[in-house]
């Protein structure tokens, strides 16, 4: 089983920036792809940026030069440092890990952009 805790979200002003922290428990194999995912307000869930085993990234066109995506994994820690935050960003921001063919997901983080 995998259990994952988003921390790192609030109110930012546009320009301002956040960084998401999600602690991965459980077991993580070599071959899990972690990600971040958000919900805009009345919208779909949708991909921000993924991290495979072999270190390669993918960012959104929306967040790409913004959005930086890392991990830590002596001590199971993924992280997503966001710069320059629109409005437009907000949104509840949810970690993902898929393992196989089971995506597992934590609770999600609400970040707000607003003057």
């Known amino acids: 089983q995998v259990h994952l805790v988003e921390s790192g979200g609030g109110l930012v002003q546009p320009g301002g920036s956040l960084r998401l922290s999600c602690a991965v428990s459980?077991?993580?194999?070599?071959?899990?792809?972690l990600g971040w995912y958000r919900q805009p307000p009345g919208k779909n869930r949708e991909l921000v940026a993924t991290i495979r085993p072999d270190g390669r990234l993918r960012y959104a066109e929306s967040v790409k030069g913004r959005y930086t995506i890392s991990r830590d994994k002596e001590q199971k820690m993924l992280y997503l440092q966001m710069d320059n935050l629109k409005p437009e960003d907000t949104a509840v921001y949810y970690c993902n890990v898929l393992r196989g063919s089971v995506d597992y997901w934590g609770q999600g983080t609400q970040v707000t952009v607003s003057s």
């Open positions: 459980g077991n993580i194999y070599s071959s899990t792809v």
